[in-house]
């Protein structure tokens, strides 16, 4: 019981009554004895609770803990070992060998054996089952409880689940395996060294083309095999990489088990822990001789072919796959009166016209992203500031894939044919001029010819018709049959006129696929090949993926060749910068529509102009207009004009689709 003492605090004291009798074996008196045993108490609760809080960790501790004799009798295992097991302890004392891995057992029995005996058991990895018949990897510790005469009394056992542990250090063990078997199999020279650069493990490869079996020696002495001219340089190169800790690579020759120097790329890289200090160096040697011979050969045929290059009576140049020059010949060069560096970044500007700039760097941009070839006519300045004609072309070079990798083009200096061409072109359209005169006074005679004759007879019988009605009395009978033969001759007349009329619209033309687009560059092409016309932009707007068109190009091609040279001349005197636009687009109604738009003066009668010889220029015939829109209406399509709402003129063509062709 517990007694309140005089400063107020329990304390737990024991007590015990004995009784006093008399000889009868009457009670007489009670003594009583108490004594003080508070703080055996409080010891005997401590250690209730530490057996408590031991029997709570036994049972919640994450691994088997277990108690046997030394005949191997299981006198105690926690729940955590009964859950795994699926048995009490009792079960698992009726024979617990049975439940280590049959491979496992001996060795564990040896180890029980030893430990019985006096020894020391040392911590163990072996398989035990559970109760699901799945076995798993435990790591072993066992104590030794002794008596004061030493002998084992009991043994105590801890057993953590290492299964995982054991698997992740066999997958790394076989992991290590394949890799040491790669490595030895690779068709390189592999080695390690410490972090002081010294070489300690080598590949199989290694030891088979520059070196000794590696079991019988403690270093590679990778040195001795260097050529002696390059020893000592390589030997400060790695000792550089090594101090400074930085990548590696270098070529150098080797002296090779076949009594051969060959030559050798080098490369290495620092392996670092956490903290950043190397642990090891790697390295690869890979054999480079047969790369070295190539690139010796590709040398020597790199500098005869320059030498050709700059011999050959052409302008040559090379380019990247972007555009920029990686190449310019000796006579390039020479006739530029520039250096290699003046025609990189779009330094070739200077050497070109300024009035064929523009067009040039468009044609040769289109080129580099599309891959299609290059050509251009130009003029480039020579070094002496003289301007001459070229016609520059490139081609591309593609790899194995298609894929660009350098284009090469020349420049041609075609100045004298250029002035032979504009001298014939001039000659040959004085020609054309006279030709259409002559053409235009013979088909006047012709036509003259045609019509007199019925025309005549028509004079004389109005004549006769009038002479008989002027009689007295009117002679109405011979009137009427003047009047008859008027129109019998009227008719004639007529008809001459629609047969001269059907000649200019016959359609013998041949008609197939074209492309609108390219007819229309070709139109322009030739246009300013006349240096008066030359002086004129001309911008071209087309639709994307314009389809086909059902044409002759050639007479479509003249109808375009026709208006361009109108509205080129038609801003030949005006007080704006001339500017000629020519746009081409599907229009909702299944025809292509193309616009040659000018800023000029516009026209007074939009739809008189296109009358036959109806002529606003001063030295025009006026039929130009007239067989345009004959042509384009052979076409099925339509021609006409019309003022612009500030200043000048657009002259529409609408050519019809095929009818198998959508616009949409």
Known sequence: MRIRGADGNYRWFAARSYPIRDASGRLERWININWDIDDRKKAEQQIGDQLTQLNLLGERFPGFLWKALPDGRVTYINSYCEDYLGMTAEEAAADWGRLIHPDDRDEVMRRWTILVNGGQWHDHVHRLVGKDGQYRWFQSRITAIRDESGKVVALHGLMMDAHEMVSAKSAVTREEKQLRRLVDAMPAMIWRADPTGRIDRWNRTMIETIGKPWDTSASFDLMSKIESAQAEDVKGRWAKSVRLGIPYEDTYRILGNDGKYHWHLVRAQAIRDDGGNIINWYGVHT?????????????????????????????????????????ISRRLLEFSGCSMEDFLDLGWEKLLHPDDFEYTAKAFFRSIQTGESFSSVHRLRRADGEYRWHHSMGEPLRDSHGMIIQWYGLSVD??????????????????????????VAELSA???HELNQPLMSVMANAQASKRWLAATPPNLEEAAASIDRIVRDARSADQTMQNIRAIFKRESFERKDANLPEIINEAVRLVQEDPNKRRVPVQSVFQEALPLVFVDPL?????????????????????????????????????????????????EDPEKIFD?????????????????????????????????SDFGATFTVRIPLPKTVSAF
């Open 414 to 439: 075609i100045d004298e044919r250029k002035r032979a061409e504009d001298h014939l072109r001039e000659t040959r359209a004085k020609l054309n001029k006279a030709s259409k005169i002559a053409m």
């Open 446 to 448: 012709s036509i003259a």
């Open 287 to 327: 054999d480079i001789d047969a790369l070295k011979e190539a690139e010796s050969f590709l040398q020597t045929r790199e500098h005869q072919l320059l030498g050709i290059i700059d011999t050959v009576p052409s302008m040559l140049w090379a380019s990247a796959p972007t555009g920029e020059a990686t190449h």
């Open 612 to 644: 036959a010889f109806v002529t606003t220029k001063g030295k025009g015939m006026g039929i130009g207009l007239a067989v345009s829109r004959s042509i384009v209406e052979a076409h099925e399509g339509g021609l006409w004009a019309a003022n612009n």
């Open 555 to 603: 007479l479509i091609q003249e109808v375009f060749i026709n208006l361009i040279c109108n509205a080129i001349e038609a801003m030949g005197t005006g007080p704006r910068e001339p500017l000629l636009t020519i746009k081409a687009a599907i229009s909702d109604d299944q025809e292509v529509a193309i616009e040659v738009i000018d800023n000029g003066p516009g026209v």
